[in-house]
Nanobody, 123 residues
């Protein structure tokens, strides 16, 4: 079992930056690839970014490429999502998730989820 806790969300203006953090407890953090997903009101939860166990490979949805950066610190059991140039359409609840294997883009690949943190971007 892995327990995940997100933090760092908030209310910002368009063009601002935020850094989300997700800290894990339980089993060895480095055994899991990590992903960030988001869910806007009335929409399905969508993939945002993922990072491999060692951190050498990263994956992004096209809409955030060049603006969001996922990283991890295995010594701190934490994964980050640095977001710059935020847009109102980035408004959503952001979730981190852990998976031992599978297709990183699909939410069903992730058995472990955090509770989410709200990001609101005003225009």
């Amino acid at each position: 079992q892995v327990q995940l806790v997100e933090s760092g969300g908030g209310l910002v203006q368009a063009g601002d930056s935020l850094r989300l953090s997700c800290t894990a407890s339980g089993r060895t953090f480095s055994s899991y690839a990590m992903g960030w997903f988001r869910q806007a009101p009335g929409k399905e939860r969508e993939f945002v970014a993922a990072i491999s166990r060692g951190g050498s490979r990263t994956y992004y949805v096209d809409s955030v490429k060049g603006r969001f950066t996922i990283s991890r610190d295995n010594a701190k059991s934490t994964v980050y999502l640095q977001m710059i140039s935020l847009k109102p359409e980035d408004t959503a609840v952001y979730y981190c998730a852990a998976t031992p294997s599978g297709n990183y883009y699909y939410r069903d690949s992730y058995p472990y989820w955090g509770q989410g943190t709200q990001v609101t971007v005003s225009s």
